[in-house]
């Protein structure tokens, strides 16, 4: 329910994050129009705008591999946890060919790259999710992954860091899916145990059972502006209590009001600000 | 021979016995505690101590009712973030006295609603899942009906995950996994087939533990058969849990969730 509305809800955004980012910046056309101001737009102005609307503000939605661009130091980012494969649990039918389809296509092996890297020198685990990858869906691997890069930063005693983007569970690998949001809650237990500190960035959108686990853990929750961040989708919620949402439901600035996030950040000042609560907590001991 | 879609119909028929039917026939003395706290009582969950042989336990589950007027007040056993906070406070107090904790699951999902929201379910659901996997007391989960989502999740961490033979355990309903993958709702039979959410395809896959049996024609038939075949699976495990070292209780605990999806490359 959750993906199917994603799908729908800014097919201009996701044409405008896939021409651009799938096709390795080989830019179909130079133009784009912004979907919430409507204003045309020369996309290497907006790519040199970090993919945010120079007229608007809009955040579109960017590729882990540009976030990493913008967040990591320059030649620090080593990825670990690569190579991993589901094993299709409920053999459904055409999944692995469809991953691997979007392998070819995305240049990333699944809806999640983690790795070691700096950030203003300051050296982080790091897990970015993509949503040019089955709508950033958590299965088997997008869990192990999480888990992965959560134990890593327990062994080597580094902050971590996830930025998520989520559809919610990746409805394939049915109730093995379910189960990854336990594992990567109960691996974040043990972090928290270890007086470790987990900030995690909430990008749009942020929806299902990945915001029902790791996502809501952070000591810091930061959110980029008006990204879409709940546990049910937004049509669920319209077709159970059969009313209009209201206007800024499930909004950055609404879960700021509400008490669920700590800070909204904007993508220009994201690495600064990161920077600055990584510098806060260097440990003396 | 039930199908998976049978089962599916038989864990949420109306005449199927519920947690309270549980609480009232396995346990010797209950006493109900309310209320998260925080915001308010969510009647879709039941929770308290109560009494079983030689053992005083925490006991919480989702309460579904048996006719539209006490579907009403329960939510049709859908939870609301109070009620999964409700369920963390008494599992906290449980560990405080050194109470096991024995969870019934029962639900269509969280209830998905504006409110919901607002008080942030996702957070609730979250923080169940982090605390669960650390309490430092035995935890027994079982699937009384349907347990769909993250919403039933919210009560299934714990040391021993087991189902009742006619019970199903979900990522979402048969019917809207059609809706999505196979887009036609009406493919709902083939979905419930094909998802794995039978407790015997569930025991396959190594996410549960145990298979309750249920009398000749489903639970619904025999309560106090059903009840009994709980109760007796109930003492036998807290005889085991409860004389485990905590240490290792919690480095199992972890295991079991940890090995689920894990890939060797
Ligand atoms: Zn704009």
């Known amino acids: ?85 589901t094993t299709n649990p409920l053999n459904f039918e055409g999944y692995e060919k469809k991953l691997e389809s979007l392998q070819e296509k995305t240049k990333i092996e699944e809806a999640v790259t983690t790795g070691i890297g700096e950030i203003e020198g300051e ?26 890069a959560i134990e890593t930063s327990i062994k080597l005693r580094l902050p971590l860091i996830i930025f998520c983007v989520s559809g919610g569970a990746r409805m394939q690998e049915g109730i093995i899916s379910l189960m990854q949001m336990a594992k990567t809650s109960a691996a974040l237990a043990k972090h928290n145990k270890e007086g470790l500190l987990y900030i995690s960035v909430l990008t749009d959108p942020t929806t299902g059972g990945v915001t029902a686990s790791f996502a809501m853990l952070g000591d810091i929750i930061l959110a980029e502006p ?28 609404f879960l700021l009001e509400h008490g669920f996030i700590d800070r909204i950040v904007e993508r220009k000042n994201m690495k600064t600000e990161l920077a600055n609560i990584l510098k806060l907590h260097r440990r003396c001991d | 021979m039930f199908t998976a879609w049978d089962k599916v119909l038989l864990a949420r028929d109306s005449k199927r016995p519920r947690t309270l039917d549980y609480i009232e026939n396995i346990f010797d003395e209950f006493i109900e505690l309310h209320g998260d706290r925080l915001f308010g009582d969510d009647k879709s969950i039941v929770g308290g101590i109560a009494r079983i042989e030689n053992y005083v336990v925490t006991v919480i ?25 409700k369920a963390l406070r008494l599992m906290k107090q449980a560990e405080k006295f050194g109470r096991p904790i024995i969870t019934f699951i029962d639900t269509p999902g969280a209830y998905p609603g504006i409110g919901a929201e607002e008080r942030g379910q996702g957070e609730a659901i979250a923080k169940n899942l982090l605390e669960m996997s650390t309490l430092k007391v035995p935890i027994i989960c ?13 009560l299934g961490v714990g040391d021993k995950i087991i189902m009742l033979e006619n019970s199903v355990y979900s990522i979402l309903s048969p019917e809207g996994f059609a809706s999505i993958l196979y887009k036609d709702a009406t493919k709902n039979r083939e979905a419930a087939e094909n998802m794995k959410i039978t407790a015997k395809d569930l025991k396959e896959l190594e996410i549960i533990d145990e298979i309750i049996k249920e009398p000749t024609g489903g639970s619904q038939n025999d309560i106090a058969g059903i009840t009994s075949n709980v109760k007796k699976s109930i003492i036998k495990n807290l005889n085991k849990l409860t004389k ?19 890939i060797e490359r």
């Open chain 1, 123 to 148: 050296k982080v685990v790091l897990a970015v999710m993509d949503g040019n990858f089955m709508m950033g869906s958590m299965g088997s691997v997008v869990g192990e992954k999480i888990t992965l």
């Open chain 1, 1 to 85: 329910m959750i993906i199917d509305k994603i799908k729908k809800m800014n097919p201009e955004d996701i044409q405008f994050s896939s021409k651009n980012e799938v096709a390795g910046d080989m830019l179909v056309g130079k133009w784009v129009k912004c979907d919430a101001c409507k204003e045309i737009l020369y996309k290497e102005e907006v790519h040199k705008n970090l993919s945010v609307c120079p007229n608007c503000g809009k955040h579109f939605r960017i590729s882990s591999r540009r976030r990493i661009k913008q967040i990591i130091d320059e030649g620090t980012f080593e990825e670990i946890g690569k190579g991993l494969k």
């Open chain 2, 61 to 85: 589950g989702q309460q579904k009712g048996k006719t539209t007027k006490e579907n009403m007040e329960r939510n049709f056993g859908m939870t609301n973030p109070e009620g999964y906070r």
């Open chain 2, 244 to 262: 485990i070292n905590k240490d290792i209780l919690l480095e199992e605990r972890y295991e079991k969730f940890r090995k689920i999806g894990k």
């Open chain 2, 142 to 154: 079982i699937v009384i009906g349907e347990g769909s989502s993250g919403g039933a999740l919210a």
């Open chain 1, 226 to 253: 008006n990204a879409l961040i709940g546990f049910a989708g937004p049509r669920v919620i319209e077709q159970t209590i059969k009313q209009q949402l209201p206007d800024g439901f499930q909004r950055s600035e």
